[in-house]
């Protein structure tokens, strides 16, 4: 799909991706400030988080950064593992890894004894978006304070 031809995310978009053995099902919430507060509606049952960065937005980051110390301080979110993408690498001018980790550097004792990592992404190239979901996939499956449902794993 061409870039210019996807537009901010107002509803709910749900897509499902097999990888290896596993199902996953994504559901892309909108991240417009007006619509953060529909997160937590999903968290009972989310197996894991994606949060995405777009790491050529540094007017937004400190906003970015309280959305993510809410989400992460979330009960509903106990033990569950969390994906820190930071998109738009393919930008030359785009925050580093540091840059966004040093931004966030308030939020690490509230990540807690879950996993969490944050990798370096481009959704334009797909560089760093495989490692990422691979990586999701073999905390969700291991994870013993929130188990997969066995009919996503065969
Ligand atoms: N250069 C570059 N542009 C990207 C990349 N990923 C997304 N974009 C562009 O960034 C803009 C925003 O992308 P969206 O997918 O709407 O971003 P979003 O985070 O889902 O936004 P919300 O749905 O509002 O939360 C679009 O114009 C995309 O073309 C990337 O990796 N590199
Ligand atoms: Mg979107």
Request: charge should be negative; include cysteine.
């Amino acid at each position: 799909m061409s870039l210019s031809k996807i537009t901010t995310t107002v509803g709910l978009n749900i897509g499902t991706v097999d990888v290896g053995k596993a199902r996953l099902m994504f559901w892309d919430l909108g991240g417009q400030e007006e619509l953060q507060s529909l997160w937590d509606k999903y968290y009972a049952e989310c197996h894991g988080v994606i949060y995405v960065i777009d790491s050529t937005d540094e007017e937004r980051l400190s906003e970015s950064k309280e959305a993510f110390e809410k989400m992460v301080t979330s009960e509903a979110l106990d033990g569950v593992p969390i994906l820190v993408l930071a998109n738009k690498q393919d930008v030359e001018t785009c925050l580093s890894i540091p840059d966004i980790k040093t931004a966030f550097s308030d939020c690490t004792s509230k990540i807690g004894r879950r996993d969490c990592l944050t990798q370096a992404c481009s959704a334009l190239t797909g560089k760093g978006v495989r490692e990422g979901i691979e990586w999701m996939v073999k905390c969700v499956v291991r994870n013993v304070h929130r188990p997969p449902r066995q009919r996503d794993i065969t």
